[in-house]
Antibody, heavy 122, light 109 residues
Framework: EVQLVESGGGLVQPGRSLRLSCAAS????????MHWVRQAPGKGLEWVSG????????GYADSVKGRFTISRDNAKNSLYLQMNSLRAEDMALYYC???????????????WGQGTLVTVSS | QSALTQEASVSGTVGQKVTLSCTGN????????VGWYQQISHGAPKTVMF??SLPSGIPDRFSGSKSGTTASLTISGLQPEDEADYYC???????????FGGGTKLTVL
């Protein structure tokens, strides 16, 4: 059974940093691209970042480019999102999602975690 | 404004067939496979279709199709548990990013 378990969310002041983690199990992690997708309160889904199976291809939404860094550790079956210079508009539930192929450029997802909440407030 | 356009709301009665649409352009839906995601009561999204594939555990009353730059998710034999928000996504070549629709709220009357 595929499982994706996010952690690392919490309350953070504007301008500060936070690191999210996603622990994956139930599939061959290093065969697939992985993504972060967020959902602000009362809003729809927004893609944040994606990374290919071997970290050779990485992409970011314009809204987070230069502030967020995605990475993965295939030995640990884990995905990460380092979030710096956080803003109020980054406040959302952050989901880890498994891509359907090895590259993040396919734009579709087949499994999702339960999400971790990031609250940005002073 | 979302790159993909979905109806804000759709409703149907139990047993009815309903179709949700997702409209894009040649840079996205016209060129790439589409995924559909169900989100019940603001819980985690669940994939109900990607490309022409029905994920394991999803009932076969769900089906997907695409014509030109519009993708559709059809639910045949609507059930009360199908009431949810539904989102579509695909890759957008011009944006170099995955894009989502704004979501459709499906109400089962």
């Amino acid at each position: 059974e595929v499982q994706l378990v996010e952690s690392g969310g919490g309350l953070v002041q504007p301008g500060r940093s936070l690191r999210l983690s996603c622990a994956a199990s139930g599939f061959t992690f290093d065969d697939y691209a992985m993504h972060w997708v967020r959902q602000a309160p009362g809003k729809g889904l927004e893609w944040v970042s994606g990374i290919s199976w071997n970290s050779g291809s990485i992409g970011y939404a314009d809204s987070v480019k230069g502030r967020f860094t995605i990475s993965r550790d295939n030995a640990k079956n884990s995905l990460y999102l380092q979030m710096n210079s956080l803003r109020a508009e980054d406040m959302a539930l952050y989901y880890c999602a498994k891509g359907v192929g090895y590259d993040y450029v396919w734009g579709t997802f087949d499994y999702w975690g339960q999400g971790t909440l990031v609250t940005v407030s002073s | 404004q979302s790159a993909l356009t979905q109806e804000a709301s759709v409703s149907g009665t139990v047993g009815q067939k309903v179709t949700l649409s997702c409209t894009g352009n040649s840079n996205n839906i016209g060129s790439y496979a589409v995924g559909w995601y169900q989100q019940i009561s603001h819980g985690a999204p669940k994939t109900v279709m990607f490309g022409n594939s029905l994920p394991s555990g999803i009932p076969d009353r769900f089906s997907g199709s695409k014509s030109g730059t519009t993708a559709s998710l059809t639910i045949s034999g609507l059930q009360p548990e199908d009431e949810a928000d539904y989102y579509c996504s695909t890759w957008d070549y011009s944006l170099s990013a995955p894009v989502f629709g704004g979501g459709t709220k499906l109400t089962v009357l």
